[in-house]
Structures are given as C-alpha cells and as structure tokens.
C-alpha cells in the first residue's frame, strides 16, 4: 500500500509532451474504444451495406434467377 501511496504522490509532476504524442495518443485511445466496442457489443450480426440490386443493368439478372 505504500508503494501505491508513493506512486501516486509522485505524479503530480508537470511532464511536456509533444502535440505529435497527445495527437497519437488520443488516436490510440479512439481506436482502442472503437475496437472493445465492436468486440462487446451484443449485436454480432451487424451488414454493413445495403445489399440492393438496384446497381444491376436492366439485361442483368442475378445468378439465381438466371439458372432457372
């Protein structure tokens, strides 16, 4: 307990960073969440997209309906 005591008095510090290292750091962060979000998400069946066929030329038909 005395070390965590220690530690924790010893960070009240001024320390400089560059804005390089807050910039990158705050992009690790962003990705991190993004990523544990993704993970523990409860919807795991997620499309993303629309999955339409209206970009099909009118002669085009799917594979599907052209085996029949």
Partial sequence: MKRL????????G???????ELLLG???CLTT???LGML???RKTVTIGSNNVGTLSPDAL??????E
């Fill in 5 to 12: 005591e220690t530690l924790w008095n010893s960070l009240d």
């Fill in 14 to 20: 001024v320390v400089l960073a560059r804005k390089r």
């Fill in 26 to 28: 705050g992009l690790l």
């Fill in 33 to 35: 969440g993004l990523t």
């Fill in 40 to 42: 523990l998400s409860p």
């Fill in 62 to 67: 799917p594979e599907e309906e052209a085996a």
